[in-house]
C-alpha cells in the first residue's frame, strides 16, 4: 500500500469502517497522545492493509489484513 497522509488515512479507515475517525483523531493516535479503542485499531488495520495484531504489537509481520471472514480478500 502507498504512504497515505493522516487526512488519507481518516477518511479510508471511516470509510471501509463505518466508523467515523477525524483527522485530529488519526494524529493524536499516531503522536502517541491518546489511547485506542479496540474499534479504531480494526478501522486503521483496514484502512492500511495490515494486520490488526501487528498495530498493536502482537506479531512482527504486518502481513494482509486479519479482520476479514475466512474466505474474503476484500471488502
Given at each position: 500500500?502507498?504512504?497515505?497522509?493522516?487526512?488519507?488515512?481518516?477518511q479510508r479507515?471511516?470509510?471501509l469502517s463505518?466508523?467515523a475517525?477525524?483527522?485530529?483523531?488519526?494524529?493524536?493516535?499516531?503522536?502517541?497522545?491518546?489511547?485506542?479503542?479496540?474499534?479504531?485499531?480494526?478501522?486503521?488495520?483496514?484502512?492500511?492493509?495490515?494486520?490488526a495484531?501487528?498495530?498493536?504489537?502482537?506479531?512482527?509481520?504486518?502481513?494482509?489484513?486479519?479482520?476479514?471472514?475466512a474466505?474474503?480478500?476484500?471488502l
Amino acid at each position: 500500500m502507498p504512504v497515505m497522509t493522516l487526512q488519507q488515512t481518516s477518511q479510508r479507515a471511516s470509510t471501509l469502517s463505518g466508523f467515523a475517525l477525524s483527522l485530529s483523531t488519526v494524529a493524536k493516535i499516531e503522536q502517541g497522545v491518546r489511547s485506542v479503542y479496540d474499534f479504531e485499531v480494526m478501522a486503521l488495520a483496514l484502512a492500511t492493509g495490515v494486520d490488526a495484531r501487528w498495530l498493536l504489537g502482537l506479531v512482527d509481520d504486518p502481513g494482509p489484513v486479519s479482520l476479514l471472514p475466512a474466505g474474503v480478500t476484500e471488502l
